[in-house]
């Protein structure tokens, strides 16, 4: 494998859509997904459903949002064509056991697609020890700029998929009845590229590399387990995920009884400066269906810049909040 096995695309929505839209699909063919999906990684393949005639499975995790590679055996079959998960859940920091997966998948003949937008800038990531086919990312949420994406595409990949968008750039030759598509990366990127991004996204990767993804890891996984636990221990405060350290990283999702998340993101950028998000993340199937919470959550996310200071400051804020009512 080499270079051209890295496609640069817009952001990681754009880079899973070049699949659904590139796949060769057949009627009857199946795709697997979960209920964790940030909706690119979900809305997409249903649509391939009305376009292609395809069935769309989803597995549904525990209540702290885990699955069990059994959970992908009893619905992977030699039908399907793609599994498609998220390897960390923006809205749970749940890390899906991608690995596995991948055994089951591949058992069955079947390709896996794993969103990685919020574990690549996290966990230091390997495509062959994980075992996917594809693998989408986005630079916005590793340091990098906006606007840049990249989808790895595994040789078993590459032989199947047609680009999404054709045209300047992506030709080997051009007659007056036919055109010859060239090489991949090439062929995967039409037009005038990103060229500035690209370069703000190496630049990131440089700077990752150099504080060792293993140390990015273990901070992250101490600041934002330090937040989880925090939580917990505030009367009033409901913390969604799992309770195993092991389980989860980056984002911590949580609600404060009595208020609307909205209004508790409100009032910790009011009283303390703190930014979080809140609503549903682009996940409404988790947090409707599965937490059952349909105005949303507000979730914190940790990234290398933050503190177990800044992580005292927000429990302290959270239960001034939640002891207020």
């Not at 405060?237 to 998340?261: A, M």
């Amino acid at each position: 494998e080499s270079w051209r096995n890295v496609v640069f695309t817009r952001n990681t929505s754009e880079s899973i859509n070049l699949v659904a839209r590139g796949m060769p699909w057949r009627r009857g063919d199946k795709i697997v997904t979960t209920m964790l999906e940030h909706h690119s990684n979900y809305i997409v393949w249903l649509r391939a459903a009305k376009l292609f005639g395809v069935e769309v499975e989803v597995v549904e995790p525990s209540a702290e949002g885990l699955f069990n590679p059994s959970d992908f055996e009893r619905v992977i079959d030699d039908r399907t064509r793609l599994v498609a998960v998220t390897w960390v859940s923006n809205v749970l920091g749940v890390v899906v056991p991608v690995e596995e997966i991948a055994e089951v998948a591949h058992d069955h003949g079947s390709l896996l697609l794993v969103d990685g937008a919020q574990a690549v800038p996290h966990i230091k990531t390997d495509v062959q020890e994980l075992g996917c086919d594809l693998l989408a990312f986005s630079g916005h949420k590793m340091l990098g700029p906006t606007g840049i994406g990249v989808l790895y595409i595994g040789p078993s990949a590459l032989e199947e998929l047609e680009p999404l968008c054709i045209g300047g750039g992506t030709i080997r030759d051009v007659g007056l009845n036919h055109y010859e598509l060239g090489e991949s990366p090439e062929r995967f990127e039409a037009g005038t590229p990103a060229i500035a991004e690209a370069i703000g996204l190496g630049a990131a990767v440089d700077y990752l590399e150099a504080l060792g993804m293993g140390a990015v890891e273990k901070h992250d996984r101490k600041v934002s387990w330090a937040i989880r636990e925090g939580l917990r221990g505030l009367r009033g405060v409901e913390v969604y995920g799992p309770k195993d350290p092991q389980h989860g990283l980056s984002v911590v999702s949580f609600n404060v009884e009595g208020l609307n998340p909205h209004e508790v993101a409100l009032a910790l950028d009011a009283s303390a400066d703190i930014m979080v998000r809140s609503g549903h993340h682009c996940a409404l199937p988790l947090v409707k269906h599965l937490l059952n919470r349909p105005w949303g959550t507000v979730r914190a996310s940790t990234y290398i810049y933050n503190t177990l200071e800044e992580v005292e400051r927000l429990v302290e804020a959270v239960g001034e909040i939640a002891g207020g009512l």
